[in-house]
């Protein structure tokens, strides 16, 4: 079994090089493809107390995506640069953790495809079923032939397996964590999505969800994002987020604070610039022009310091009195369940 290189992978080991002892870098799992091996790394840095607040990024997830793990490689680019001389993000890091896992599909990244190796798709690969999510878009266990095959429901893939792992081993044991998944390839807006994907039931922390959506909205007037659960654009099977958190919330609730995010990035917007994009592999998914892609790179940076700053003064969004709460709740269910 032979290691293999390719330019995303590359990257992130010179990352990782370039962090020394200042990160914790673990191999969570090694993927076996051909006669190849391709391993997902996980990062993490600052606080290794189990009482700090966590943001957690993912990417690749579905390998033609790699936009996000692209954006998120970036992102570790300049945080690498950061600790040389920022003494307030270091200050930072004292009393909270970032966990990276910016390749979770290596052998789809590699290969181009949306699925990993053995056909699947990931994010519709846990045991979570849609409530009328009856579409093959939605998931299905017909062939790895067909795009959105959820794989044997008897076991989860070794990559959706690792990507829980690290949130369960990482986030769980927080008091207060945020996860942010990246993706692209749906409309021309960029989405930050929460749960639920499966159905449409207002999840356990609306409530938060909606504070959280107007600090933003007050700190960051001109952003860019619709924020909305899942279920308003479309649902699925299987979502890994909507089994983590329901996992979570049968655990910890009364405890804890978990938020999974997805960020879906807008590209069709690229393809709307740039028509020929149709004619490559990665165009729907991908913004194929240097230009673009360094945009994309910088353009979610905002966004990132917000969610993480959010994280180190929560008491405006996750300390509701519970009159606030109430009337959060009905808010959000005017909002996006009516």
Known sequence: MTAIKFPELEQLERIIEQLGDRAQTEVIEKIQYQDHEFPIHCITLGSTQPDVPVLAFFGGVHGLEKIGSEVILSYMETISQLLDWDQEFLARLEKSRLVFVPLVNPVGV????????????????????GIGATRIFSGHRLTPR??????????????????????????????????????????????????????????????????????????????????????????????????????????????????????????????????MHLFSRHGLFHPLLPHRQQRIFRRHFMLFDFLYRSLLYPEQWTQLKPRQKAAYEKKASGLWYE
């Open 110 to 129: 590699y290969l181009g495809t949306r699925c990993n190796g053995n056909g699947v798709d990931l994010m519709r690969n846990s045991p979570v079923e």
């Open 146 to 275: 067909l795009p959105w095959y959820r794989g044997d429901e008897s076991k989860m893939e070794k990559e959706a397996q690792a990507l829980c792992r690290v949130v369960q081993q990482h986030m769980f044991n927080s008091p207060l964590s945020i996860a942010l998944d990246l993706h692209s390839g749906f409309g021309i807006q960029d989405r930050l999505w929460f749960p639920y994907a499966s159905r449409k039931t207002p999840f356990a922390f609306i409530a938060e969800t909606l504070a959280l959506k107007e600090l933003f909205d007050r700190c960051y007037q001109h952003h860019i994002y619709r924020i909305e659960p899942t279920c308003q654009e479309y649902m699925i099977n299987g979502d890994l987020w909507d089994y983590l958190f329901d996992d979570f919330v049968q655990r910890f609730e009364a405890e804890r604070l978990f938020l999974p995010l997805t960020l879906e990035m807008g590209s069709w917007l690229w393809l709307r610039k740039s028509p």
